[in-house]
C-alpha cells in the first residue's frame, strides 16, 4: 500500500540552487496537488493538477515550477532556492467527486541556507 | 488572507476536559474535511462533511457542518492524552482543498 510516495525526505539547499521534489501517486488519482507547511502552520497549496498535461497555480506558486506528464507523477521545481523557501513540502493527490479526501504523502523537509 | 480561519490556534487543557475547534469562512465549500497531522508526518483525514447541517460522531469527536456550507466545528469530549496533536480543516471548492492555520492540541494528563 504505498500510497503518496515523496523523495527525498529531507534536503538542505544553499541559496540559489536548484532541485526537483519528486512526487508519485499508485491510487490513478486524477487530482494531484503541492502544499507548503510552514511551522505550527497549515497548509498552502502551491500548484495543483487535474489530469496528466494540466496544472494550474494555486495560492503561493512563486518560485516553483511543476508537470505532470503522467497520471502518477507530478514533481515540484524550484529553480532558484531563496531562505523564504525553508519549509515542509507536501505532496497529495484525491480522486474526482465532491465527497473525497487528500491522501498526503509523509513530506520533504527542505532548508535553504 | 486565509480562505479558512481556524481558532483558537493552540489549546493546553487537561485530561477528561470538553473543548470545541472552529473553522469559519465566508465562502461555500462542496466538502469540509477535518485532518489530524503528527509531528513529521502528513495529514490524515479524519471525517468529511458534505450537506449543510451535518453531524457526525468519531467515538468522542463530533463534528457538524454549518446549515450555509461555510463553517464547521470539531468537539471532543472528555479529552485524551492520545488526542494531542495539530488539527486541520480544510474546505474543497471544485476539487481543491484549502485548510485553515490549524489549531495545536495539547491534552495534559
Known amino acids: 500500500n504505498a500510497g503518496v510516495t515523496q523523495t527525498p525526505k529531507f534536503r538542505i539547499l544553499k541559496i540559489g540552487q536548484s532541485m526537483t521534489l519528486q512526487c508519485a501517486q499508485d491510487?490513478?488519482?486524477?487530482?494531484m496537488y503541492w502544499y507548503r507547511q510552514d511551522p505550527g502552520m497549515g497548509l498552502k497549496l502551491i500548484y495543483y493538477?487535474?489530469?496528466?498535461?494540466?496544472?494550474d497555480k494555486g495560492e503561493v506558486p512563486n518560485g516553483y515550477n511543476v508537470s505532470r506528464s503522467t497520471t502518477e507523477d507530478f514533481p515540484l521545481r524550484l529553480e532558484l532556492a531563496a531562505p523564504s523557501q525553508t519549509s515542509v513540502y507536501f505532496c497529495?493527490?484525491?480522486?474526482?467527486?465532491?465527497?473525497?479526501?487528500?491522501?498526503f504523502g509523509q513530506g520533504t523537509r527542505l532548508t535553504v541556507v | 488572507t486565509q480562505l479558512l480561519e481556524q481558532s483558537p490556534q493552540f489549546l493546553s487543557i487537561q485530561e477528561g476536559e470538553n473543548l470545541t475547534v472552529y473553522c469559519n469562512s465566508s465562502?461555500?465549500?462542496?466538502?469540509l474535511q477535518w485532518y489530524r497531522q503528527e509531528p513529521g508526518e502528513g495529514p490524515v483525514l479524519l471525517v468529511t462533511?458534505?450537506?449543510?447541517?451535518e453531524v457526525k460522531k468519531l467515538k468522542r469527536l463530533t463534528f457538524q457542518f454549518g446549515d450555509a456550507r461555510k463553517d464547521s466545528s470539531l468537539h471532543i469530549t472528555a479529552a485524551q492524552p492520545g488526542d494531542t496533536g495539530l488539527y486541520l480543516c480544510?474546505?474543497?471548492?471544485?476539487?481543491?482543498?484549502?485548510f485553515g492555520s490549524g489549531t495545536k492540541l495539547n491534552v495534559k494528563p
Open positions: 491510487m490513478n488519482h486524477n487530482y
Open positions: 462533511v458534505v450537506t449543510g447541517g
Open positions: 497529495a493527490s484525491s480522486s474526482i467527486g465532491t465527497n473525497t479526501e487528500a491522501f
Open positions: 465562502s461555500v465549500f462542496s466538502s
Open positions: 480544510a474546505g474543497a471548492i471544485f476539487n481543491k482543498f484549502y
Open positions: 493538477s487535474v489530469g496528466a498535461g494540466i496544472t
